[in-house]
Antibody
Framework: QITLKESGPTLVKPTQTLTLTCTFSGFSLNTFGVGVGWIRQPPGKALEWLALVYWDDDKRYSASLKNRLIITRDTSKNQVVLTMTNMDPADTGTYYC???????????????WGQGTLVIVSS | SSELTQDPDVSVALGQTVRITCQGGSLSSYYASWYQQKPGQAPILVMYGLNNRPSGIPGRFSGSSSGNTASLTITGAQAEDEADYYCNSRDSSGDLYVFGPGTKVTV
């Protein structure tokens, strides 16, 4: 059974750096084709994909946020860390991590998801 | 702005059929996946690829695709299907991922 859980601060101040950790079990990030992604959701708004790290440590970032994001993995701890710099109140929302399984070409799947962690950006 | 578009709201009578669509240029090259999200809960995958249902998803959910449009159909909608539904796919480069703006389904 695959599970993921996000952890990190609930409240951050504007301009600060946010660090979120995704701790997972039930799969290995060393397995061919596997990845872990981060997705966020402002209150009452849509999902927004942020970043993904693959089994081979290849990384992808949202074009609109790539200058503010860093994603890293620690396979020994089964963790993926997302760092977002220069936080703004507009970054308030629930941040999810999700498992990206081995896919056939052209597919896009995130399954399952963590429960999410709420991040509020306020002074 | 999102590269995928969805109707914001759709209503369906109990037991009837509803189709939710997702449009985007990348969908002519890449498959969509669909996620159901109920208030206060994390999204769950309900459809992916050509027409693949994850284990545990009822058979009343089906998927299809034509050109730049992917669709999720609920045949015989139930009260518990009332939720927000998001499509997801690759962007036009194939390297990145994108979500649609979501469709609120009211049963």
């Amino acid at each position: 059974q695959i599970t993921l859980k996000e952890s990190g601060p609930t409240l951050v101040k504007p301009t600060q750096t946010l660090t979120l950790t995704c701790t997972f079990s039930g799969f290995s990030l060393n397995t061919f084709g596997v990845g872990v992604g981060w997705i966020r959701q402002p209150p009452g708004k849509a999902l927004e994909w942020l970043a993904l790290v693959y089994w081979d440590d290849d990384k992808r970032y949202s074009a609109s946020l790539k200058n503010r994001l860093i994603i890293t993995r620690d396979t020994s701890k089964n963790q993926v860390v997302l760092t977002m710099t220069n936080m703004d109140p507009a970054d308030t929302g629930t941040y999810y991590c999700a498992h990206r399984p081995l896919l056939v070409f052209g597919e896009s799947v995130f399954d399952p998801w963590g429960q999410g962690t709420l991040v509020i950006v306020s002074s | 702005s999102s590269e995928l578009t969805q109707d914001p709201d759709v209503s369906v009578a109990l037991g009837q059929t509803v189709r939710i669509t997702c449009q985007g240029g990348s969908l002519s090259s890449y498959y969509a996946s669909w996620y159901q999200q109920k208030p206060g809960q994390a999204p769950i995958l309900v459809m992916y690829g050509l027409n693949n249902r994850p284990s545990g998803i009822p058979g009343r959910f089906s998927g299809s695709s034509s050109g730049n449009t992917a669709s999720l159909t609920i045949t015989g909608a139930q009260a518990e299907d009332e939720a927000d539904y998001y499509c997801n796919s690759r962007d036009s480069s194939g390297d990145l991922y994108v979500f649609g703006p979501g469709t609120k389904v009211t049963v």
